[in-house]
């Protein structure tokens, strides 16, 4: 009898220890796949962080792109836009130019030399004054055509101007005012009233595209 009860004592010995080491052997496992498991739980989360940030990024350069892109696009429109301008202003100029070629010839250029002279002394606004005409333009500064200009001057004006009419070298219609010691003068010929024309219709054209 003492014989079977060792060997039973023993087999369930050996029974409980089995039973104890499968439990801790699945206790084991059940660690290592929870381990495993967070492990790649938290590789997955790392990813799709990555995954996130790299799309930002990527968004960002497009955008910075398409900015850029935007920006250089309206600045060549802007460019074209002036550019039309400016021909549109040159075009301008060049019809008054053809119109001009015979101005000579029509009834009114004495008195735009008459304006011009006016607007001259008005301009200089000194008590002596030169002003000079091209060779072409002799006939109309007669005396009686510079008394005429003196009396507007007096009356309109209400200036008391010494004026001193100079056949010049130029060409051009239209006369040039100048003070007498010659640090003061005004273009008034027909290619200056030109240029300030272009200016002015430029300059408003411009305006209109700010």
């Not at 009860?5 to 080491?21: F, V």
């Not at 495993?36 to 968004?59: F, G, H, W, Y």
């Not at 008054?96 to 008195?111: G, H, Q």
């Not at 333009?137 to 009686?144: E, S």
Request: aromatic fraction near 8%.
């Amino acid at each position: 009898m003492e014989k079977n009860y060792d060997e039973s004592s023993a087999s369930r010995l050996i029974s409980e220890i089995e039973r104890a080491a499968a439990t801790k052997i699945d206790e084991v496992v059940r660690q290592a796949k929870s381990k495993a498991e967070e492990i790649l739980d938290n590789a997955r989360k790392s990813a799709e962080e990555t995954l996130i940030i790299e799309k930002e990024k990527a968004q960002q350069l497009i955008s910075i792109m398409r900015q850029r892109a935007e920006a250089a696009i309206k600045m060549e429109l802007k460019k074209m836009q002036l550019e039309s301008k400016k021909e549109f202003a040159e075009a301008v100029i060049e019809k008054v130019k053809e119109k001009a070629k015979n101005f000579r010839n029509d009834p009114e250029y004495k008195n735009f030399l008459k304006n011009a002279v006016l607007e001259s002394v008005a301009v200089i606004d000194l008590p002596d004054i030169i002003i000079k005409f091209a060779p072409s333009d002799a006939q109309y500064f007669n005396p009686d055509f510079e008394k005429e200009i003196a009396e507007i001057c007096k009356r309109d004006l209400k200036k008391n101007v010494s004026l001193t009419f100079v056949k010049s070298d130029f060409n051009d219609v239209g006369v040039i005012g100048a003070s007498k010691d010659g640090f003061i003068m005004y273009d008034n010929t027909f290619s200056a009233r030109l240029q300030r024309l272009y200016d002015t219709v430029y300059s408003e054209l411009v305006g209109e595209e700010i």
